[in-house]
């Protein structure tokens, strides 16, 4: 229990530098642009860091197709809203939204998926939860005081992300005995691209590969991204992530703690207390 509480933790470090990367490589070299590339790169190193440490059975049992499906739509989803919403919005704000998707994970892995909390446990992912929908609210308030009460596209897409991500990482749990706990990762990267990019291509985007310059955001948001979403899938194998989810979705706090120390941005009063909230809820879970 204790090492997927650990991993879990890691994700949410690994997820907080990917937001950062993204954000940068976004504004480098455009959302779509990035997002192709940054994935490209990580289906490759899942590939490298799969052939060395994982086991897999890729018997094509029944389900796997319905399972790759969804979690192909999900991820296209998760990822196009994620690099849209770093491109054009605020880092501080956009990141809480998102960490909301930790509510879905969490009941998609109790309600569909049957796993099981104790009580202790579910007390400490509730306040965790809870810290995130605080940061999530307050800052949603503040950014349409400062447009006027207008609901910026980024905005939105902060939330289809958080939806997106709420049905992926459960999900992505399901294609782990077939393609290994990192192999199955980059499938998901590549089912991503195989549905998005007959879109791209129709809307005529550009899809050039970066400049020496902008390489480094590019590979650094590939390389995060995949090394969190790796924390997660294998610390399934010590805890249910009904558990983890809330230790993943961290990245919010960490990223509201960079803002301040770092950026030297001052969110709203209540922004803070929900961050505080979340951090309250990790030790309860770590108890």
């Known amino acids: 229990m204790f090492a997927g509480v650990l991993l879990g933790l890691g994700a949410s470090a690994c997820w907080a530098l990917a937001n950062v990367a993204v954000a940068r490589a ?9 997002l192709l590339w940054a ?9 490298l860091a799969s052939a060395a440490i994982d086991d897999r ?25 994620l690099f849209y919403a770093f491109e054009h919005g605020r880092l501080i704000i956009a990141v ?19 796993e099981r909390l104790a009580r202790g446990q579910i007390a400490g992912a509730a306040a965790v939860v809870a810290g995130a929908l605080v940061v999530s609210r307050y800052a949603q308030a503040e950014v349409r005081r400062a447009a006027a009460g207008a609901r910026p596209r980024w905005l939105l897409a902060s939330v289809g992300a958080a939806i997106g991500f709420g049905v992926l990482v459960p999900v992505i749990a399901r294609l782990v005995p077939a393609f290994g706990s990192v192999g199955a990762i980059g499938v998901v990267y590549l089912a ?4 998005g990019l007959p879109i791209v291509l129709l809307l005529r985007i550009d899809l050039r590969p970066p400049g020496r310059a902008d390489w480094l955001p590019v590979l650094a948001a590939g390389f995060f991204e995949t090394a969190g979403f790796a924390c997660i899938t294998v610390s399934a194998r010590f805890a249910p992530l ?18 301040w120390t770092i950026l030297r941005e001052r969110p709203a009063r209540a922004v803070l207390i929900g961050a505080a909230l979340v951090c309250a809820g990790v030790i309860i879970l770590a108890l």
Not at 62 to 73: D, E, I, K, T
Not at 192 to 195: A, G, S, T
């Open 242 to 259: 009904a558990l983890v989810s809330p230790f993943a979705s961290l990245a919010a706090a960490l990223t509201v703690l960079y803002a």
């Open 192 to 195: 991503d691209i195989v549905l």
């Open 96 to 114: 809480p939204i998102m960490s909301s998707w930790a509510v879905i994970a969490a009941a998609l892995s109790i309600g569909v998926f049957h």
């Open 39 to 47: 994935q490209l790169a990580g289906a490759g190193m899942a590939a």
């Open 57 to 81: 059975n890729l018997a094509l049992w029944p389900s796997l197709g319905g399972w790759l499906a969804v979690a192909g739509v999900s991820a296209l989803l998760a990822y196009f809203c």
């Open 26 to 34: 976004g504004r480098a070299v455009g959302s779509v642009r990035a």
